[in-house]
């Protein structure tokens, strides 16, 4: 039995063991008592028996037979256990010291109060686990980055140069790579990336982007310094950087690794050029202004291939320009410009746009770009001219044949009257006007122009007013108008869109409420075109044409007799288009359908008309066109000439000068002309 009793024992006494690492079961506390209590020191026998409850492993509780000590005495010290329990009880000291020594009996718990001991070991796994993923990486931290391997901390690079720089000076820049490992860094490249518009200081007009320099192997320890010198462009007080930075790969590492040093501030300190756009700001509608652009070199070397650029806003027209744009009519380039050499260029335009409209023309000036030089790889400056349209301070009214600034539309050879009438719509007096009528285009015949009054220049085909042929122009009162004339006749010997230009300038002097003396300027544009003026002409014939005709000539009455009809349209000086010829049939005369030649005839019975579509003609060039009609005279037409087709009208359409173009031809009759071998009165009706 005692045995099987040790066992026990020894079974309850594991169970207590495992309950340690469990959450401590709240316990009550109890106050002490003062009462001093005589406790035995030895252990005796006691005449009552003790039951003992035991917990088998299968958690099942059974109640053991009593107990019943002995009546020898033992100390306590002399209980012995088996020698495995006595290991398990020395390894918690703790727990041996908190608690007072008790029966055994007396410590054991209930099956409610233990806990299952595989939540014990999953902790302790868990906590397994994560100290062996922490060794892992800390180990491979120090395999990486120990005093054996590589570290971009250890390694150093710096850029340094100047703070400010001019315009166009070469900048020198210091580049230092430091590698502080113990290895060596290899296939190491600087890289540098500078602002736009930086150019080589030793490859001509080489713009510089990206520049990548092989700096191979850097040993441990090693410094390396690269001098760097690069030209440098910019607007005055502009802010520009240059990035610096390095890439490397290590020993047995594909892995390319990147290094960046702080960017290289620096700001320019002055532009290599000064440029300044002189004009006026108040302008007039139409009038034509000029523009002058002044460069002047501020560099200390020579500036090569300098590109000065303008937009130009809706409503600006470009008109000339002096030197002569380099590209289109907005760029202009300077080959070469010396220190302190100052370059202008005067440009001319029209301002077209209503009253209080506001206009601007952006210019930039600065190198061209390497791959298009038609723009701009660094700006040097910018400038800005603001246009202010206002009320014209002199109302200029061009008039040509009765039309007012206007394209007036004339015949050719007709003499027309061309008028200028001049009105100071400022509130101040006006002084010493000079009126200039410049003529143009391919129909001037110098012989044709009669001024009354002024000087007209055959060498300029200019007509000039002033004091000394028009003393009215001496000087002209708020709201006065006065009117200058002359004539024009177009030349008759232009075969092919016969035109006259008429530009008017105006100049005049006025005294501002400051009596500052201002020069004012105005201007009117006009043209005369000439239409074109086809000719219509019509015929009879018999048996000359293209048709076989019947019947006798002179006609005889109560026989029929054929007729061929022929038109014909000799154009003048223009294109036409939609060219038609119509005309009528009368009563008598019978329609025999029956055509021929340019176009398309066609005929209405009802109407009794005849319609030729000629459709578009050349200038200078002939259409005709014939049909054949049948004529039975009657009694009462003896000794007549009869007509076989009325009037004939031609309409068609200019295409020069966008008009309707007309024309006419008298009514066909019977009589034939002479030319073709008859004898006068062949168309008189014979009995």
Excluded at 375 to 388: D, G, H, Y
Aim: charged content about 20%; proline content about 6%; glycine content about 6%.
């Amino acid at each position: 039995m005692s045995g099987i009793k040790d066992s026990e024992r020894i079974e309850e006494l594991r169970k207590r063991l495992y309950e340690r690492g469990m959450p401590e079961v709240e316990r009550t506390a109890h106050t002490l008592s003062d009462t001093s209590i005589d406790v035995p020191r030895v252990w005796s026998r006691p005449s009552s028996v003790i039951a003992t409850k035991v917990v088998s492993p299968d958690n099942k509780s059974s109640t053991q037979p009593p107990v019943r000590p002995t009546n020898q005495s033992r100390s306590f010290s002399d209980i012995t256990y088996p020698a495995s329990l006595n290991t398990q009880l020395a390894s918690n000291q703790t727990y041996a010291a908190s608690a007072a020594p008790t029966p055994l009996t007396t410590q054991l718990m209930s099956p409610s109060q233990s806990h299952h001991p595989k939540s014990y070991r999953l902790k302790l796994l868990a906590a397994g686990a994560i100290f062996f993923v922490l060794a892992l990486v800390i180990s491979s931290a120090m395999m990486m980055f120990g005093n054996n391997g590589i570290s971009g901390e250890n390694i150093t690079i710096t850029a340094t140069g100047p703070f400010t720089i001019g315009g166009g000076e070469a900048m020198p820049i210091q580049v230092g790579l430091t590698n502080s490992n113990s290895v060596s860094i290899e296939s190491a490249t600087l890289i540098v990336e500078y602002p736009r518009g930086t150019l080589s200081a030793n490859e001509e007009r080489k713009e510089l982007f990206n520049e990548r320099l092989a700096l191979e192997t850097v040993a441990p320890g090693e410094t390396i310094n690269v001098p760097l010198r690069a030209l440098m462009f910019g607007e005055e007080n502009q802010e520009q950087q240059v990035n610096v930075s390095v890439e490397y790969r290590v020993a047995g590492s594909n892995a390319l690794f990147f290094k960046e040093a702080d960017p290289l501030r620096y700001k320019i300190s002055s532009s290599p050029l000064i440029f300044t756009v002189d004009t006026l700001k108040k302008i007039s509608s139409g009038q034509e202004t000029d523009i002058t652009m002044t460069i002047r070199s501020n560099a200390q070397n020579e500036l090569r291939d300098v590109l000065i650029t303008a937009e130009y806003p809706q409503g600006f027209s470009y008109s000339s320009s002096n030197p002569k744009p380099s590209s289109g009519q907005n760029q202009w380039l300077i080959k070469t410009l010396a220190p302190e050499q100052t370059v202008s260029i005067t440009m001319k335009g029209v301002v077209i746009g209503k009253t209080s409209d506001e206009y601007a023309i952006n210019y930039a000036v600065g190198v061209p770009n390497e791959r298009d030089p038609q723009t701009l790889a660094s700006v040097f400056a910018t400038a800005q001219t603001q246009f202010e349209i206002e009320e014209p301070f002199l109302d200029i009214d061009l008039t040509i044949d009765g039309v007012v600034n206007e394209v007036a539309v004339v015949t050719p050879e007709k003499r027309t009257t061309v008028s200028v009438d001049v009105t100071n719509t400022l509130s101040d007096t006006i002084y010493d006007i000079v009126v200039e009528a410049a003529l143009g285009g391919n129909a001037i015949s110098d012989l044709e122009v009669g001024p009354p009054k002024g000087f007209y220049d055959s060498a300029t085909r200019k007509i000039i007013w002033d004091i000394s042929n028009a003393p009215q122009l001496e000087e002209l009162a708020p709201g006065k108008t006065t009117r200058l004339s002359f004539t024009i006749a177009p030349s008759g010997t232009v075969n092919n869109t016969p035109e006259i230009n008429v530009v008017v300038n105006i100049k005049a002097r006025r005294v501002s409420e400051s009596q500052v003396p201002e020069t004012l300027t105005g201007t009117a544009n006009g043209s005369m075109k000439v239409a074109s003026e086809p000719v219509l002409r019509g015929y009879a014939t018999h048996n000359s044409g293209s048709f076989a005709d019947i019947g006798t000539i002179p006609p005889q009455a109560e026989k029929a007799t054929t007729y061929t009809i022929g038109f014909m349209v000799d154009n003048g000086t223009n294109d036409i288009s939609g060219g038609i010829v119509t005309a009528t049939l009368p009563l008598y005369v019978t329609w025999q359908n029956q055509t021929i030649g340019t176009g398309v005839f066609s005929y209405d019975k009802i109407k009794r008309s005849v319609t030729w579509n000629i459709g578009q003609v050349e200038s200078q060039s002939q259409v005709m066109g014939s049909f054949q009609v049948s004529f039975t005279p009657s009694k009462s037409q003896l000794a007549t000439i009869p007509t076989l087709v009325e009037e004939q009208f031609l309409r068609a359409d200019d295409l020069f000068t966008g008009t309707v173009v007309r024309a006419t031809n008298p009514a066909i009759t019977t009589e034939i002309s002479t030319e073709a071998g008859y004898p006068r009165g062949n168309g008189r009706v014979l009995e």
